[in-house]
């Protein structure tokens, strides 16, 4: 039988791509022979599908890209073939039965570094999505990458050859580059080449030989006479485009344009929905103060994320979003510094306590006694001679430096306005104090 909520889940999948979801589905049996199919036959979608005609727009490292969705389909899983040094084989059948959807892209990729920066932004499209938890170890999203040469010199291209089963990133890109290697060499060799369906050895980085790939007369599809043909009704359709989460990209451009994150952030931002959706409850509660979301986000990636733990869908932060925005609202209003914040974070990470509490318990604050600073101003500058002359003589950049200084021997209290016009006072007096 088959389950609504596989219906859903796999529709949502299909317009989180921008696919064309078909009124009526019709299932069919793929007949193979295989050691972890071992009832003969997967039940699958074949000649009319759920979905067809979708598009994901990817960043690669030469630029933006389209990458069209030729279809998206339902069909059950198989089971899972384990081979051991030894030379045995074992068939896992845990998973055999469980539904799937399997989406085939467009052979539009150009090389195997497109083809890891599309399947991680697919990735975090099909979590933003709530269709799947990204777990890539778990077997919960899986790649077969497909493979062919053409080559321009000897007018001759390879057949396709498809890689099973690829269970990481990395594991996508070297599995392509070691296939396209041994394509690569067979073609300058002319020898002959066949289609195959390969698995890849990440330890030697090649692929091998699991078995000839079929053709598609081969697989004997027929309709399945056990499962009616799918058909959605208009009303499910106008409620499954409705219920659509707001996607990754449109998050990142909704950072920029309407918080004023950089693009740099709003990536960060918007990579997990767990994150997306703590980083938006803190800017909620710190909207209330006036504060800006940029000097949040910031504290967010150099502090925070660092202690996130992320486990498929959810995540556990080190302190809650009304906290952070607290924490923020401390370093936006003066009272303490960014140096000072990271100690009070340290403090309250993995804790119920407050920013401010910790503040006014360990009197925590900015300084901003001008003589103070001056005195210790003075004793920098005296340090520092030649760094003084050079100043003088126009490398003005070097107010940073004795800043720096500054704010380190007061432990990061110092405030850096104010520490930066005391020192350029003194940096222009015609006679500073020996030290």
Same mark, same amino acid.
């Given at each position: 039988?088959?389950?609504?909520?596989?219906?859903? %889940?796999?529709?949502?999948?299909?317009?989180?791509?921008?696919?064309?979801?078909?009124?009526?589905?019709?299932?069919?049996?793929?007949?193979?022979?295989?050691?972890?199919?071992?009832?003969?036959?997967?039940?699958? &979608?074949?000649?009319?599908?759920?979905?067809?005609?979708?598009?994901?727009?990817? +960043?690669?490292?030469?630029?933006?890209?389209?990458?069209?969705?030729?279809? *998206?389909?339902?069909?059950?899983?198989?089971?899972?073939?384990?081979?051991?040094?030894?030379?045995?084989?074992?068939?896992? #059948?845990?998973?055999?039965?469980?539904?799937?959807?399997?989406?085939?892209?467009?052979?539009?990729?150009?090389?195997?570094?497109?083809?890891?920066?599309?399947?991680?932004?697919?990735?975090?499209?099909?979590?933003?999505?709530?269709?799947?938890?990204?777990?890539?170890?778990?077997?919960?999203?899986?790649?077969?990458?497909?493979?062919?040469?053409?080559?321009?010199?000897?007018?001759?291209?390879?057949?396709?050859?498809?890689?099973?089963?690829?269970?990481?990133?990395?594991?996508?890109?070297?599995?392509?580059?070691?296939?396209?290697?041994?394509?690569?060499? =067979?073609?300058?060799? +002319?020898?002959? %080449?066949?289609?195959?369906?390969?698995?890849?050895?990440?330890?030697?980085?090649?692929?091998?030989?699991?078995?000839?790939?079929?053709?598609?007369?081969?697989?004997?599809?027929?309709?399945?006479?056990?499962?009616?043909?799918?058909? *959605?009704?208009?009303?499910?359709?106008?409620?499954?485009?409705?219920?659509?989460?707001?996607?990754?990209?449109?998050?990142?451009?909704?950072?920029?344009?309407?918080?004023?994150?950089?693009?740099?952030?709003? &990536?960060?931002?918007?990579?997990?929905?767990?994150?997306?959706?703590?980083?938006?409850?803190?800017?909620? /509660?710190?909207?209330?103060?006036?504060?800006?979301?940029?000097? *949040?986000?910031?504290?967010?990636?150099?502090?925070?994320?660092?202690?996130?733990?992320?486990?498929? *869908?959810?995540?556990?932060?080190?302190?809650?979003?009304?906290?952070?925005?607290?924490?923020? +609202? %401390?370093?936006?209003?003066?009272?303490?510094?960014?140096?000072?914040?990271?100690?009070?974070?340290?403090?309250?990470?993995?804790?119920?306590?407050?920013?401010?509490?910790?503040?006014?318990?360990?009197?925590?604050?900015?300084?901003?006694?001008?003589?103070?600073?001056?005195?210790?101003?003075?004793?920098?500058?005296? /340090?520092?001679?030649?760094?003084?002359?050079?100043?003088?003589?126009?490398?003005?950049?070097?107010?940073?430096?004795?800043?720096?200084?500054?704010?380190?021997?007061?432990?990061? =209290?110092?405030?850096?306005?104010?520490?930066?016009?005391?020192?350029?006072?003194? #940096?222009?007096?015609?006679?500073?104090?020996?030290?």
């Amino acid at each position: 039988m088959l389950q609504a909520e596989v219906v859903r %889940l796999a529709a949502r999948a299909a317009l989180a791509l921008r696919c064309e979801l078909q009124p009526r589905s019709v299932f069919a049996r793929k007949g193979y022979f295989y050691p972890d199919l071992p009832k003969g036959y997967q039940i699958t &979608q074949y000649a009319e599908p759920l979905a067809c005609g979708g598009s994901i727009d990817i +960043d690669t490292g030469s630029g933006p890209k389209t990458v069209h969705i030729e279809r *998206l389909h339902i069909e059950e899983d198989a089971g899972k073939s384990v081979h051991d040094s030894a030379g045995l084989s074992y068939v896992d #059948l845990n998973r055999a039965g469980v539904p799937l959807v399997e989406i085939v892209g467009a052979p539009e990729l150009s090389s195997p570094a497109e083809a890891r920066d599309l399947l991680q932004q697919l990735r975090e499209l099909l979590m933003f999505a709530r269709v799947n938890d990204g777990n890539l170890e778990d077997g919960t999203l899986r790649c077969d990458a497909n493979v062919s040469l053409r080559s321009a010199k000897q007018g001759r291209s390879s057949p396709r050859v498809e890689i099973k089963n690829l269970n990481s990133f990395r594991f996508v890109q070297g599995a392509l580059e070691a296939e396209i290697d041994r394509q690569g060499r =067979a073609l300058a060799a +002319d020898e002959p %080449l066949r289609s195959e369906t390969r698995g890849y050895d990440p330890e030697r980085h090649a692929t091998y030989l699991l078995r000839d790939k079929e053709a598609e007369a081969d697989y004997r599809y027929f309709p399945e006479p056990d499962l009616p043909p799918l058909e *959605l009704s208009t009303s499910l359709l106008a409620e499954l485009r409705q219920g659509l989460p707001e996607l990754p990209q449109a998050k990142r451009r909704r950072y920029v344009a309407e918080l004023g994150l950089s693009p740099i952030a709003a &990536q960060v931002m918007a990579h997990h929905p767990a994150v997306a959706a703590f980083f938006e409850q803190a800017v909620a /509660a710190l909207s209330a103060t006036g504060a800006a979301p940029g000097r *949040l986000a910031n504290v967010l990636q150099g502090e925070l994320l660092r202690d996130v733990r992320t486990t498929g *869908l959810g995540a556990s932060f080190p302190l809650s979003p009304a906290a952070l925005a607290e924490l923020v +609202d %401390l370093i936006e209003s003066g009272r303490i510094s960014g140096k000072q914040a990271k100690q009070v974070y340290a403090t309250i990470r993995g804790t119920d306590l407050h920013p401010a509490e910790i503040v006014a318990q360990q009197g925590v604050q900015v300084l901003r006694d001008q003589a103070a600073l001056r005195k210790l101003g003075a004793d920098i500058v005296a /340090a520092f001679p030649q760094e003084r002359a050079k100043y003088r003589a126009g490398k003005t950049g070097l107010l940073g430096f004795f800043v720096a200084k500054l704010i380190q021997a007061t432990s990061g =209290a110092a405030d850096p306005g104010l520490a930066s016009e005391v020192l350029a006072s003194l #940096l222009c007096d015609e006679a500073p104090r020996d030290s």
